[in-house]
Structure formats: C-alpha cells, structure tokens
T-cell receptor, first 115, second 112 residues
Framework: ETGVTQTPRHLVMGMTNKKSLKCEQHLGHNAMYWYKQSAKKPLELMFVYNFKEQTENNSVPSRFSPECPNSSHLFLHLHTLQPEDSALYLC??????????????FGDGTRLSIL | LAKTTQPISMDSYEGQEVNITCSHNNIATNDYITWYQQFPSQGPRFIIQGYKTKVTNEVASLFIPADRKSSTLSLPRVSLSDTAVYYCLVGDMGSSASKIIFGSGTRLSIRP
C-alpha cells in the first residue's frame, strides 16, 4: 500500500472512445503528477499539479486532458487515442513542489491498451 | 540537467551484497541523489535519498563520495524479491519536476 490508488488497473479502449483514469492519494500531499511508461522505456513526465494548479505540461498532445479538482484527486481524460499511446500510466504525489528534496510516491498504474 | 549513467543490468545471488553505482558528473550544488525500485507492472518505490557522505535505512545504504560525482546504492544480503529495476535520480526536488529524469535504470536479477 503506497497511499496512492489508481483506477482502473487495466483499460482496453478503441481509438474513438472516451475514458478517464483516476488517481487518489491519502498522504496529505499537495503535488500530483502523471507519468507515461511505454514498454522498455524510461518514465516520461506528462503533467504536474501543485496545490490544484497545473504547473507543468511536458508537451503532451491535447488528446490527454488532466483535471485536478483538489489536492487528493487527479484525473486523466482520454479521447481519440492512438495505438502508440498504449502504455502504463503512473500517478505520483509529493509533499509539494518547490521545497527541496521531496521524494515522489507512486501508484501502481493503469495499463492502457488502445485497439 | 544532471544526467545519470548506470549499468543496464546486473546479476547476483541470494545472500550476496549488491552495489549499484551511478555516475552524475554534472551534479549541481542543490541536487539530491534519490534511488527508486520498480517491480513489473508497479510504480517505482522510493528507497533512499542522500546529499553527501553515507545514508542508511532499513533496506539500503547510499554512499556518496566527497566530489558527489557518483553514488553507490548498497543492498545487503539480497533475496529473490530484490529482483527489480533500480533508478538513480539526481536533482533538486524543489525545482521543476521536469528536471528530475528517470533514466533506463539498472535491471537487477537475483538468482537462487
């Protein structure tokens, strides 16, 4: 139990579908992150939220749309995805950004497959 | 950006001590060194973090020489369950998250 819960754990969707990934953290953290991990590739940072405000967008295509309604919840809305978007999507949280050495706590990810 | 270099893979046996070294020649003054462990189909797990000298916790030790251009993660008496990918990260966690880069990591395989 890492304190960061992601749902669903697995998702299969067609390219025209719309779905959402959910992340919830129970650690009292104020920063949340989305990462993409493709097969045998390093983690790629996608988005960063600090106190509910998006502070970083790492040139992510608009077919990925994040939402952070509060410091405990983070969503990733998906629409019109491509086969190359199939990957493990990881959510992480940390105390906050901009304050020294803050290790990130990760969920176990959503395994996304695009048909 | 402080880039890190680690061996792609390592093999060892149960009960042995395993040392994984990470090179970070352009580490900045404010940068910390952080190690994560990742099992298949799981998110990375924080193992240990240090700034200089030696840090020890219940699972590992981290050795950092005076020039801080490298660091060594030491896992005492490994078991089969230590088979995983280990990532070395260098950066100021208080700055932009995009400056904290997960590289390819070191794939550690432990044999009986």
């Amino acid at each position: 139990e890492t304190g960061v819960t992601q749902t669903p754990r697995h998702l299969v969707m067609g390219m025209t579908n719309k779905k959402s990934l959910k992340c919830e953290q129970h650690l009292g953290h104020n920063a949340m992150y989305w990462y993409k991990q493709s097969a045998k590739k390093p983690l790629e940072l996608m988005f960063v939220y600090n106190f509910k405000e998006q502070t970083e967008n790492n040139s992510v295509p608009s077919r990925f749309s994040p939402e952070c309604p509060n410091s405990s919840h983070l969503f990733l809305h998906l629409h019109t995805l491509q086969p190359e978007d199939s990957a493990l999507y990881l959510c992480a949280s940390s105390q906050k950004t901009g304050s020294g050495n803050q290790p990130q706590h990760f969920g176990d990810g959503t395994r996304l497959s695009i048909l | 950006l402080a880039k890190t270099t680690q061996p792609i893979s390592m093999d060892s046996y149960e009960g042995q001590e395993v040392n994984i070294t990470c090179s970070h020649n352009n580490i900045a003054t404010n940068d910390y060194i952080t190690w994560y462990q990742q099992f298949p189909s799981q998110g990375p797990r924080f193992i240990i973090q240090g700034y200089k000298t030696k840090v020890t916790n219940e699972v590992a030790s981290l050795f950092i020489p005076a020039d801080r251009k490298s660091s060594t993660l030491s896992l005492p008496r490994v078991s089969l369950s230590d088979t995983a990918v280990y990532y070395c990260l260098v950066g100021d966690m208080g700055s932009s998250a995009s400056k904290i880069i997960f590289g390819s990591g070191t794939r550690l395989s432990i044999r009986p």
